[in-house]
């Protein structure tokens, strides 16, 4: 990996305190599993072919259960997402994962992405979009000030929603992309497209699909 590439996360793969193998984490999402094409892959009939998934978000890193036959664990509680901690112990079958941010990534770690408001002094009329925005996937916004405001998609992974309150990740995968929600997991916390609540799962989106998040409402816009 060359020097220009920016890691953001060391993952360790351990079995009976023996390190296996390291892995970096750098703008692009790894797979946990048995499968040979797996970036980080773990002999272990424990876990699923394609375990789990680890990306990076907005100066932290997101880890989503890809419907493994086991689950995941970390720290010994299970989960099916999380934004990793440093320090963070991943169960793999009989391999634990140790997740570590680069120093790197130390300062930005605590920031956190989000959709906001914008002020009044901001609230003026939005520019129409440019070509290339208006072909690519986007989300409109379609209340309060920020409403008619255009947020491409552009990054594989992008998070929406307020600190503390509800909080979602757009991942754009090979066959289209998805809405998972980040969270307590409370039936209350899930998001809604279409007026229905997307439950624990990633939900794929469709061209014209309303995600309601808290009290903001995005329509979501595949042109492709």
């Known amino acids: 990996m060359g020097n220009s590439v920016r890691r953001s996360a060391k993952l360790t793969v351990m079995k009976a305190g023996v390190v296996v193998s390291e892995h970096w984490l750098a703008d692009a999402a790894l797979i946990v599993g048995r499968h040979p094409n797996s ?16 990306s990076p978000v907005m100066g932290g890193v997101f880890l989503e259960d890809l419907n493994s036959t086991n689950g995941c664990k970390v720290n010994g509680m299970p989960v099916r997402r999380r934004i990793l901690a440093d320090g963070d112990l991943i169960e793999a079958g009989d391999h634990i994962i140790r997740f570590e941010h680069a120093e790197e990534a130390n300062a930005e770690v605590a920031k956190t992405l ?49 600190s503390g309150r509800q909080v979602a990740v757009i991942s754009r995968r090979p066959e ?6 980040v969270g307590s997991g409370r039936r209350r916390g899930f998001p809604l497209v279409n007026g229905r609540l997307i439950g624990p799962y990633a939900h794929r989106l469709n061209h014209g699909d309303e995600i309601r998040l808290d009290d903001m409402r995005l329509r979501f816009i595949d042109s492709t």
């Open 39 to 54: 970036e980080v892959q773990v002999h272990d009939l424990g876990i699923s072919a394609r375990h789990a998934r680890i």
């Open 114 to 162: 989000m959709v906001r408001p914008l002020s009044r002094s901001q609230a003026a009329p939005q520019a129409q979009p440019t070509a290339a925005a208006r072909g690519a996937a986007r989300l409109v916004v379609l209340n309060g000030r920020a409403r008619q405001r255009v947020l491409p998609l552009r990054k594989s992974l992008v998070t929406l929603g307020r």
């Open 176 to 181: 289209g992309y998805y809405l998972t929600h």
